[in-house]
């Protein structure tokens, strides 16, 4: 079982530990992660001569304009004038499928491909954070789109916080955007949301869930005075409770807290002004297991069967159940590709591959910095600036098997950061237009 960890509403974690990949920060604030690349320049050949690298389509896009890429089709949304425009794009081919116009501005929009609909947030506000620091963007309520013909399906409150299958998990804001209200869980159709369940989370400091496989199990509730509450993601039936070590987020200081799971067990890592404490619970009963302190700060997170903990100079791999030490070693910026891959970035050498179980290099190291994806499946993309010709980036397939390093071709210079990979396909934005390149 692994977590996924949304964190604390509107809290930024020490600069030292922001290389962590974690696209669902971007998510909690509200900011479509905009896909960045300007494709063209000379493209790279696989064996036997098979064209590796081939610009597809582009549109134009905006600064502002927010991209969600699903399995065949990538919608792109624009706001003028106060008015939303959303347009369904073929993957493959950029022909248009469809468009329509809402009033008002969108949120960050989230894909219920099963469920046949796209959740958007109307009308996000800032949060007024100015007591508690807690910034970021909210709404109170949500349209739904069908994604086949754009139709508007239903309007519903709250924002949805993720979409699992045919459901969706909807959080309220209390009025002024900073904390919880409510969760709700409702199933997606398009006659309307079914209602599941209903909770209460007043008081609520941050929500992770854990996962069996790549399905949801477990939410994971956190409380500003500890109360920690472990819920059953289907029916939101209660099923363990106990107040645990927690401290509030303290801005001023750079102290956070944030919170990993590894088969049954739960770690809450509170990172203090100078080091920090990781503790593991069982998460069946939210009983301590074992406790280290005085570590330096960094952040933890799920790695193979263990927890990883990475405190800006090393990684170091615990046993989940017993806090023993399985194997550390040097690198920053480390995030898990996979249930048993960690990517670490070396500071001279690169980005290298490490089993999660062993801590040992799978395959050798390499330059350039990978593309966000949200499902890697056997492959990573990386990219990194070229140095002849000057202003181009070379584009690499990373197997995380084997760890071998494929190099495809060459596009032009490109901010990896602005960019999404979707099984054979690239898409990016840049000089005021999204495009779309095949890959591999």
Request: overall charge negative; hydrophobic content about 40%.
């Amino acid at each position: 079982m692994t977590t996924i960890d949304l964190g604390e509403i509107g809290s930024t974690p020490d600069p030292k530990i922001g290389a962590e990949f974690s696209h669902h920060l971007l998510r909690r604030a509200g900011v479509a992660l905009a896909l960045l690349l300007c494709l063209f320049g000379a493209a790279g050949s696989t064996r036997g001569g098979v064209p590796a690298i081939h610009p597809l389509w582009s549109v134009p896009s905006a600064e502002g304009d927010g991209t969600t890429i699903g399995t065949d089709t990538v919608y792109l949304q624009r706001t003028t004038a106060g008015r939303a425009r959303l347009t369904a794009y073929d993957l493959a081919t950029g022909a248009v499928r469809w468009e329509t116009a809402l009033d008002g501005t969108l949120g960050y929009t989230q894909l219920a491909e099963q469920a046949g609909l796209l959740l958007l947030p109307v009308d996000p506000e800032m949060a007024d954070g100015r007591e508690n620091e807690r910034y970021g963007t909210y709404s109170q309520a949500t349209t739904a789109i069908d994604i086949r013909t754009g139709a508007v399906r239903w309007t519903a409150p709250g924002e949805p916080m993720l979409v699992e299958g045919r459901t969706a998990l909807m959080v309220d804001y209390v009025g002024d955007g900073t904390s919880y209200d409510r969760l709700r869980l409702i199933g997606l159709g398009p006659g309307g949301p079914r209602a599941i369940w209903s909770r209460d989370t007043r008081g609520v400091d941050s929500v992770a869930f854990a996962l069996d496989g790549t399905r949801i199990e477990k939410a994971i509730l956190m409380g500003r005075d500890g109360l920690t509450q472990v819920l059953r993601f289907a029916d939101g039936a209660l099923l363990a409770q106990a107040h645990l070590r927690w401290d509030p987020l303290d801005a001023q200081t750079g102290e956070y807290n944030n919170v990993a799971a590894a088969g049954d067990y739960l770690v809450v890592n509170r990172a203090r002004e100078d080091q920090a404490e990781l503790t593991v619970y069982r998460l069946d009963t939210l009983a301590e297991a074992w406790r280290i302190t005085g570590t330096d700060r960094g952040y933890a997170f799920p790695c193979g069967t263990g927890i990883c903990f990475n405190d800006g100079d090393n990684l170091t791999a615990y046993d989940s159940a017993t806090g023993r030490m399985r194997w550390t070693r040097p690198g920053v910026g480390t995030w898990a590709a996979g249930p048993d891959r960690v990517v670490v970035e070396l500071s001279a050498e690169g980005q290298m591959l490490i089993d999660a179980e062993t801590g040992l290099p799978v395959g050798e190291s390499g330059p350039g910095e990978t593309v966000w994806t949200t499902d890697p499946g056997r492959f990573l993309l990386v990219l990194r600036a070229t140095h002849e010709p000057p202003g181009s980036t070379a584009i690499t397939r990373w197997d995380l098997a084997t760890g071998r390093r494929d190099l495809l071709g060459a596009v032009g210079g490109l901010m990896v950061n602005r960019c999404q990979s979707i099984a054979h396909y690239l898409g990016c934005s840049q000089d005021q237009e999204f495009t779309v390149t095949a890959v591999g």
